[in-house]
T-cell receptor
Framework: GIQVEQSPPDLILQEGANSTLRCNFS?????LQWFHQNPWGQLINLFY???GTKQNGRLSATTVATERYSLLYISSSQTTDSGVYFC????????????FGAGTRLTVKP | NAGVTQTPKFQVLKTGQSMTLQCAQD?????MYWYRQDPGMGLRLIYY???????DKGEVPNGYNVSRLNKREFSLRLESAAPSQTSVYFC??????????????FGPGTRLTVL
């Protein structure tokens, strides 16, 4: 099946700093989603972005499908941004089989 | 709009006991999914139901059964729980419209411990 690799695995920032999280995938995809799992375990949808660039407030994401990677940018980080960020993609030939990366654990210190 | 709801939130079982995890969605979505999340890992697909009346295996189906009760509800059953099934279980749904669009939305999870 498709492989999804996220980097870095852990990231520690001071409040106000910017960061870039990366997601590489091993095959072409029709769907890519970014999620934030907060410290209470809830999964929050950030972006549905199979290609192109989207922005939502301090967060933005870019997917370059032809080069098989996606980037999540967090600007002016806040302590509430702490948690685990997951990238997930659908298997190329099964529109229901979504595979997750192992996540990037972000800690934002005040 | 509650979105995706799951019951129970927490459960402790003894090895060999059975239980059913319940999931419901009020977004009129066609597709529903069950995932498990083990410590330090991303989610892994157990089973899915692409539409009412159909179910299919995902990446890690062994030890589980599912039932798509109606369009709103999708349950996951552990017939004989094992310690390896200790995990957090998430239900999700999506509205697979035309083309490849398939954004999934997740419930709050059920934390299951098998002793």
């Amino acid at each position: 099946g498709i492989q999804v690799e996220q980097s870095p695995p852990d990231l520690i920032l001071q409040e106000g700093a910017n960061s870039t999280l990366r997601c590489n995938f091993s095959d072409s995809v029709n769907n890519l989603q970014w999620f934030h799992q907060n410290p209470w375990g809830q999964l929050i949808n950030l972006f549905y972005i199979p290609s192109g660039t989207k922005q939502n407030g301090r967060l933005s994401a870019t997917t370059v499908a032809t080069e098989r990677y996606s980037l999540l940018y967090i600007s002016s980080s806040q302590t509430t941004d702490s948690g685990v960020y997951f990238c997930a993609v659908l298997q190329p030939y099964n529109n229901n089989d979504m595979r997750f990366g192992a996540g990037t654990r972000l800690t934002v210190k005040p | 709009n509650a979105g995706v709801t799951q019951t129970p939130k927490f459960q402790v079982l003894k090895t060999g006991q059975s239980m059913t995890l319940q999931c419901a969605q009020d977004m009129n979505h066609n597709s529903m999914y069950w995932y498990r999340q083990d410590p330090g890992m991303g989610l892994r697909l157990i089973y899915y139901s692409a539409s009412e009346g159909t179910t299919d295996k995902g990446e890690v189906p062994n030890g589980y059964n599912v039932s798509r009760l109606n369009k709103r509800e999708f349950s996951l059953r552990l017939e004989s729980a094992a310690p390896s099934q200790t995990s957090v279980y998430f239900c999700a749904s999506s509205d697979r419209g035309s083309g490849a669009y398939n954004e999934q939305f997740f419930g709050p999870g059920t934390r299951l411990t098998v002793l």
